[in-house]
């Protein structure tokens, strides 16, 4: 069984809507330099350079992804009623409790079974 990391993917994935991608470092920093790599060829160089566009596996079918996770919150919580809340309880750290209280808020649900 999976449960007892449910609590940390929950905590991950709370402080990744809140905290977004990490744009620190600018895109063309994380490439190797081309005079250290033995072999270069112009082939191989337009394949490691190329552009590639951000991948949202949601875009268009989710429009509030916070709020998306409140109401599969609750659809969970009803499926498995008295399971959820002591896992969120227990295991959910720091201000991400306070953020899973607003997504649930702003999603129209009072609480969870």
């Known amino acids: 069984s999976y449960i007892h990391l449910w609590a940390g993917l929950l905590n991950a994935l709370v402080h990744m809507f809140e905290e977004g991608v990490d744009t620190s470092t600018p895109q063309d920093e994380h490439f190797i330099e081309i005079e250290d790599?033995?072999?270069?060829?112009?082939a191989f160089n337009q394949l490691v350079f190329a552009t590639k566009?951000?991948?949202?596996p949601f875009a268009g079918s989710v429009a509030n992804l916070k709020v998306n996770l409140a109401e599969s919150l609750k659809k969970a919580s009803v499926r498995y009623p008295g399971k959820l809340q002591p896992l969120i309880q227990s295991g959910v750290k720091g201000q991400a409790i306070n953020k899973l209280q607003e997504y649930l808020l702003s999603a129209n649900i009072a609480s969870l079974s």
């Not at 566009?53 to 949202?56: A, E, F, G, S, V």
């Open 37 to 42: 790599t033995p072999g270069y060829t112009t």
């Open 53 to 56: 566009r951000p991948l949202d």
